[in-house]
């Protein structure tokens, strides 16, 4: 067992849950946020999770309310949104940080395992535009940015926020690991 599977997670309906639950499959693991621009990806995260988990995905959704207040409800309201608003069927978690001095442990070892996102130049750019600029390279940029562990629960890469569930570095690094 990795030492990623070994954290102690809770899913958003307070269940205890661990990755080591998700065991010989691929993960998807992504910060979301109800009150993002980049919200609307959930669409696209759901019809993933739907179209790939008989071959092995799943997609983890760990809000987080480190962006500008963009995640400000409890468990129970975002469980609500969504499931009403984007009919979310991939497992949630509670809410957790996802970087700062009170970093949940799975996004420590997340970074740390991959540094530096697919894609995040244009996007760290457009943070700098709003006068947005993380403050350690490896921290997480954004809402919904995207860590792929493959079966073995070893982090095999690491996407932008702006990377959408339908982009072909993310679908082909997603792929082969469920060839494998």
Known sequence: MSKLQEIPLT??????????????????????????????????LEALYESKRDQGLEVLGFPANNFKGQEPGNDEEIQSFCSTEYNVQFPLYSKISVLGDDQHPLYAELTAAQPQAIGEGPFRERLKGFGIQPADPKDVLWNFEKFLVNRQGEVVARFSPDVT?????????IEAELAR
């Open 11 to 44: 899913r958003i309906d307070g269940t205890p849950d661990s990755l080591a639950n998700h065991s010989g499959r691929v993960l998807l693991i992504v910060n979301v946020a109800s009150k993002c621009g980049l919200t609307p990806q959930y669409t696209g």
């Open 165 to 173: 569930a339908d982009d072909p570095r993310l679908l082909e690094a």
